[in-house]
Nanobody
């Protein structure tokens, strides 16, 4: 069982930056690939970024590539999403998720792959 708690959301002007953090409970954090998703009102949950168990492999959605960066610290049981050059269309609730996998190099973009989800943190970007 893994519990995930996101933090770092808030209100920011377009062009600004935020850093989201997700803290995981348990001693097996390094057994999980991690991902960030977001959901805006009226929209489906959307993949944002993912990182492998080791942190050596990452993948970002085209919509955020070059602006957002996912990272993890297995010693601290945390995964982060650095968001720069924010746009109003980035406004959404952001969720972190954990996918248990034996493969240390894999990341996943499909929400159905993930086993555990946090409660989400609101990010609002004003124009």
């Amino acid at each position: 069982q893994v519990q995930l708690v996101e933090s770092g959301g808030g209100l920011v002007q377009a062009g600004g930056s935020l850093r989201l953090s997700c803290a995981a409970s348990g001693r097996t954090f390094s057994s999980y690939a991690m991902g960030w998703f977001r959901q805006a009102p009226g929209n489906e949950r959307e993949f944002v970024a993912a990182i492998s168990r080791s942190g050596g492999n990452t993948f970002h959605a085209d919509s955020v590539k070059g602006r957002f960066t996912i990272s993890r610290d297995n010693a601290k049981n945390t995964v982060a999403l650095q968001m720069n050059s924010l746009k109003p269309e980035d406004t959404a609730i952001y969720y972190c998720a954990a996918a248990r996998t034996p493969d240390g190099s894999r990341w996943f973009s499909g929400a159905i792959t993930y086993d555990y989800w946090g409660q989400g943190t609101q990010v609002t970007v004003s124009s």
